[in-house]
């Protein structure tokens, strides 16, 4: 079956950094998505990768390895605005996108 | 990037009554969206996939009856949730797939149903 898995909560402190995982198996692999999303609100896109790297954009980087099935977000710098949960999704052979459950994280002043 | 608009963003509405969603794509035209539902502190759960101008396309489980999709123009799917209970009070999300480059999907706002 097809599975994605990411912690279910993590807890960083301001100024910090955090990486959270995502680790998948999916038939086919058409491009991995994080997005965030605050509570009571849609998500928003943060990132796309198809390619094995890293990618940066400004605070937040995101990783991948298509051969171990993995990615991670990369959170610089956090500010408490950076609580949300954090969706890792992957769009299988058939263009589906296959949802991860999500990652809590929250921030400490 | 690419701007999806959802609408209303809140409906409280009573049982048995039909409520419709609206899901717009403001600045692409967007031939296929999704749509979504989710309950609190849990994941997106996809229900139908809407293509221009077919049927859509629904998960397994998700009554088609219940839960009509209909996408009429490049820019416009509605999903009307008839004869509404209170077990399908839930966050409804649209989204839809840019179509070029790298598959991107934009999500509306979300659409809070609560029925009484």
């Known amino acids: 079956g097809q599975n994605i898995d990411q912690p279910t909560e993590m807890t960083a402190t301001e100024g910090a950094i955090v990486q959270i995982n995502c680790t998948y198996q999916?038939?086919?692999?058409?491009?991995l998505f994080w997005y965030q999303q605050h509570a009571g609100e849609a998500p928003t896109f943060l990132s796309y990768?198809?390619l094995d790297g890293l990618e940066e954009k400004g605070r937040f980087s995101s990783f991948l390895s298509r051969s171990k099935g993995y990615s991670y977000l990369l959170l610089k710098e956090l500010q408490m605005k950076d609580s949300a949960s954090y969706l890792c999704?992957?769009?299988?052979?058939?263009?589906?996108?296959?949802w991860g459950a999500g990652t809590k994280l929250i921030i400490k002043p | 990037g690419a701007v999806v608009s959802q609408h209303p963003s809140r409906v409280i509405c009573k049982s048995g009554t039909s409520v419709k969603i609206e899901c717009r794509s403001l600045?692409?035209?967007?031939?296929?969206m999704f749509w979504y539902r989710q309950f609190p502190k849990q994941s997106l759960m996809l229900m139908a996939t809407?293509?221009?101008?077919?049927?859509?396309?629904?998960e397994q489980g998700v009554e088609k009856d219940k839960f009509l999709i209909n996408h009429a123009s490049l820019t416009l799917s509605t999903l009307t949730v008839t004869s509404a209970h209170p077990e399908d009070s839930s966050f409804y999300i649209c989204?839809?797939?840019?179509?070029?480059?790298?598959?991107?999907?934009?999500f509306g706002s979300g659409t809070q149903l609560s029925v009484l």
């Open positions: 999916t038939s086919g692999f058409n491009g």
């Open positions: 600045d692409f035209q967007a031939t296929t």
């Open positions: 989204s839809a797939d840019v179509g070029t480059g790298p598959r991107k999907l934009f």
């Open positions: 999704a992957v769009l299988d052979s058939n263009y589906q996108l296959i």
């Open positions: 809407s293509n221009e101008g077919s049927k859509a396309t629904y």
């Open positions: 990768n198809v």
